[in-house]
């Protein structure tokens, strides 16, 4: 227990910092944790005996990441994006040369790697710029963290005290719907302050935001789970002593960041 607040201090404590540190720290940090994540989730899917395309999937996320990023520092045509393509579907010609007996599932699972982790990560990211595209502004990815902390905290707490009836027994055990709610109502009082903080956005919009990441960061949390079940790990890394891997801490955000930008992207245009 121990080892496993100190390692949520600490790295609370630099996640803060990246995002008040300014845009650049913002971005080369998520940068950075966005192709660790996709690098664990490549090595866990390969315990199960799959072979995804590392090295190409990982230079494909950076990629991804960094030309997402760049929009907001840059003046360049989004069509360049486009040139992420042939590196992306570079994996059906090296796939060709390999003697494997399930060859799609290899390069399904290079896919989903982009999908699950990469673009999540660049919703979150796109948050620190969603009122001017060129402009950085940490109150929404600061809210956004505090709210999906507040429902994980609120979910624990009401599931230790209140926890009776299961929420999705197959896949995560321990989860109730005391506690799911519990965590719902802890994210929407996180949104209430901060919408006395932040008075940009209306309080219905933060409650809104609040809801959305509690709900949709708690089905993130159930398909990680899933996918852990699947390939039988108890955990999806050991970087964090005493918290599992980068996954476990951000299944979370990879679900919610998507559907919040969409959320607020709407209501600002």
Request: charged share 10%; glycine share 8%.
């Given at each position: 227990m121990k080892t496993r607040a100190v390692t949520a201090f600490f790295f609370t404590i630099v996640m803060l910092a990246s995002i008040f540190s300014g845009s650049y720290a913002f971005s080369a940090f998520?940068?950075?944790?966005?192709?660790?994540?996709?690098?664990e989730f490549?090595?866990?899917?390969?315990?199960s005996g799959i072979r995804p395309h590392r090295n190409i999937g990982l230079m494909a996320g950076f990629l991804i990441f960094i030309m997402a990023a760049g929009l907001h520092y840059l003046d360049y045509d989004t069509k360049y994006l486009f040139?992420?393509?042939?590196?992306?579907?570079?994996?059906?010609v090296v796939e060709l040369y390999k003697k494997n007996k399930i060859p799609f599932a290899n390069i399904s699972y290079t896919f989903v790697g982009f999908i699950y982790v990469t673009i999540?990560?660049?919703f979150f990211h796109?948050?620190?710029?969603?009122?001017?595209?060129?402009?950085?502004?940490?109150?929404?990815?600061?809210?956004?963290?505090?709210?999906?902390?507040?429902?994980?905290?609120?979910?624990?707490?009401f599931g230790v005290k209140y926890g009776k009836r299961k929420l999705f027994e197959r896949h995560s055990p321990k989860k109730s719907w005391e506690g799911f709610f519990g965590g719902l109502l802890t994210s929407a009082l996180v949104a209430l302050v901060l919408a006395q903080v932040f008075p940009e956005h209306h309080t219905g919009t933060w409650v809104g935001m609040a809801l959305l990441i509690g709900c949709f960061?708690?089905?993130?949390?159930?398909?990680?789970?899933?996918?852990k079940r699947s390939l039988d790990a108890k955990d999806s890394g050991g970087l964090l002593p005493g918290h599992g891997g980068l996954l476990d801490r951000f299944d979370g955000l990879l679900l919610a960041?998507?559907?919040?930008?969409?959320y607020l992207y709407l209501i600002k245009h």
């Open positions: 998520y940068l950075v944790l966005s192709v660790l994540t996709l690098f490549y090595k866990l899917v390969k315990t040139l992420c393509i042939p590196l992306v579907f570079s994996v059906f999540p990560f660049c796109a948050l620190g710029f969603l009122g001017d595209m060129k402009t950085y502004d940490f109150h929404l990815p600061l809210a956004f963290l505090l709210m999906l902390w507040g429902n994980d905290t609120g979910a624990y707490l960061g708690t089905i993130g949390d159930l398909v990680e789970s899933m996918l960041a998507p559907v919040v930008y969409v």
